[in-house]
């Protein structure tokens, strides 16, 4: 097995705990069921959301979802003038047996713009 990142974004609208926690919801598992990753294979997951979004964090999301043992860290991006707002952003690192070239990142919603290569609907 290999240790692979997945990366993963989704937007919201409004900078509410309920929306930022299921649209957070919402991105994990899409990763885990697109990349057919067991809990357990997950080592760690890097949570970042631009400075417009300070409600709440993200990783209570991935403790809803019963990822009670993960490594969860929370963090702010840098505001870099001209980037999307109203992001919540994800690196999850997980034990596979895929290529890198296999991993399926996710992209959703308005975060669709920051990898339009990678986007798959």
């Not at 990142?5 to 299921?22: M, W």
């Not at 057919?36 to 809803?64: G, H, M, Q, Y």
């Not at 969860?72 to 992001?87: F, Q, R, T």
Request: charged letters at 25%; aromatic letters at 4%; proline letters at 4%.
């Amino acid at each position: 097995m290999y240790v692979r990142g997945i990366r993963g974004a989704i937007s919201v609208e409004n900078n509410t705990s309920e929306e930022i926690l299921k649209a957070t919801s919402q991105l994990l598992i899409e990763m885990v069921e697109r990349n057919e990753i067991a809990t357990e294979d997950i080592t760690s997951v890097i949570f970042t959301v631009t400075n417009d979004l300070d409600v709440c964090f993200p990783a209570a999301a991935a403790r809803k979802l019963g990822w009670t043992y993960v490594p969860l860290l929370c963090s702010m991006e840098i505001p870099v003038i001209g980037s999307p707002d109203k992001l919540v952003k994800v690196l999850m690192h997980v034990n596979t047996n895929k290529t890198q070239d296999q991993i399926q990142h996710v992209y959703l919603k308005r975060a669709k713009i920051l990898r339009p290569d990678l986007v798959k609907e």
